[in-house]
T-cell receptor, first 117, second 113 residues
Framework: GAVVSQHPSRVICKSGTSVKIECRSL??????MFWYRQFPKQSLMLMAT?????????EQGVEKDKFLINHASLTLSTLTVTSAHPEDSSFYIC?????????????FGPGTRLTVL | SQELEQSPQSLIVQEGKNLTINCTSS?????LYWYKQKYGEGLIFLMM?????EEKSHEKITAKLDEKKQQSSLHITASQPSHAGIYLC?????????????FGTGTRLTIIP
């Protein structure tokens, strides 16, 4: 099956620093990737849709200058949390959709747990 | 926007018992996904339903989409410890033209030996 990886799996950083999270589709090409955030005991909330070669589309309430998304290739999207603060601590999950695949099925990465001190 | 309500929010079941999780939409569902998530991990795809009245099974898990396409249920038969986790339903927008997935509130399943 299609595999999506994320790196790092865990990251702890000081307040004010920037953190980059990578999302890779390992065995397929993905023109579209999605970034979600999940707070403890809550469901996944879509943050943005990442499109290869173009600007990301952000959901309402998500600051695009704070959460920078780059989708430079068909297998890699990155999310950079700039000037991270404790309230940004969360579980970040990406998903990727197979280009031209049926049913628009999304494959999810294992997630990245960000802790901002 | 599509809103999905799951019930129950949490469920504690003795091993070997059957259970059902429901997912109700405020709008007609044009595509309904069921995922399983273990705490602190990614999502595992279980099943996708698209047609009214559709039913799919995989091992001991059966998912159904009602005729009106506004409610889906996930049924586990003879539950096992490996079934424990968080179950999430997700829906795409109108007729798959909208790729964004909206997730339900989640159901946390605990299996007691």
């Amino acid at each position: 099956g299609a595999v999506v990886s994320q790196h790092p799996s865990r990251v702890i950083c000081k307040s004010g620093t920037s953190v980059k999270i990578e999302c890779r589709s390992l065995d397929f090409q993905a023109t579209t990737m999605f970034w979600y955030r999940q707070f403890p005991k809550q469901s996944l909330m879509l943050m943005a849709t990442s499109n290869e070669g173009s600007k990301a589309t952000y959901e309402q309430g998500v600051e695009k200058d704070k959460f920078l998304i780059n989708h430079a290739s068909l297998t890699l999207s990155t999310l950079t949390v700039t000037s991270a603060h404790p309230e940004d601590s969360s579980f970040y999950i990406c998903s990727a959709r197979i280009s031209g695949g049926p049913n628009n099925e999304q494959f999810f990465g294992p997630g990245t747990r960000l802790t901002v001190l | 926007s599509q809103e999905l309500e799951q019930s129950p929010q949490s469920l504690i079941v003795q091993e070997g018992k059957n259970l059902t999780i429901n997912c109700t939409s405020s709008k007609t569902l044009y595509g309904l996904y069921w995922y399983k998530q273990k705490y602190g991990e990614g999502l595992i795809f279980l099943m996708m339903l698209q047609k009214g009245g559709e039913e799919k099974s995989h091992e001991k898990i059966t998912a159904k989409l009602d005729e009106k396409k506004q409610q889906s249920s996930l049924h586990i038969t003879a539950s096992q410890p490996s079934h424990a986790g968080i179950y999430l339903c997700g829906a795409v927008g109108y007729n798959f033209g909208n790729e964004k997935l909206t997730f339900g509130t989640g159901t946390r399943l605990t299996i007691i030996p």
